[in-house]
């Protein structure tokens, strides 16, 4: 008897670990194919090499929103954010997605932020279960409002560090764009 106590505590504690393990991969793990890593790569040399704006940083107001691209695929409207290096990123984050909850997760080099978008109602592709609780893994800072089908997140990052990184949907790992950092001779940390 006390034996299967045990193995079932343990197989308990397995797939609790599992499932946090599950959660904690999804938002840390961001893969990037090997082509579009040469061409980051490339795009990394060309900003590198090109002379330093010298702007005083301010504050960008940057609206995203996702949309469906042409090939029916979920993709963010700008995939491109071009600020200067210091610029604060004042992010407005948008999901009318009545069927997918959606990230704008920016995890790349010294970055971390997300607005996470997703609510009751909406489904994760990852699980293919519907959410039923309210997000718990945005950002500081970050304020959600609306409901499924009519989502609005608002947060800011500065950006510090000049250079490309990917920003993508951890939900679905093909929505992703680009936040291009120019180096700025203004900006001192
Ligand atoms: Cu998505």
Redesign the pocket.
Known sequence: MGVWVAIGISLAALIFAMAVYTEVATMNTVQVPADLTQQLNNLQSIIGSMPAVNQTPTTRNVLVE?AMDAAGL?SFTPNLIVVNQGDTVALTFINNDTG?G??FTLISGSYNFQINLTANGLQN?LTGQNFTTPPTNNSPGVTITGSAGNLTGVGSFVATNPGVYRFL?V??RF?YGYLVVLPNSAYSP
């Open positions: 996702w979920d997918d959606h990230t592709s949907c939900y679905h929505m």
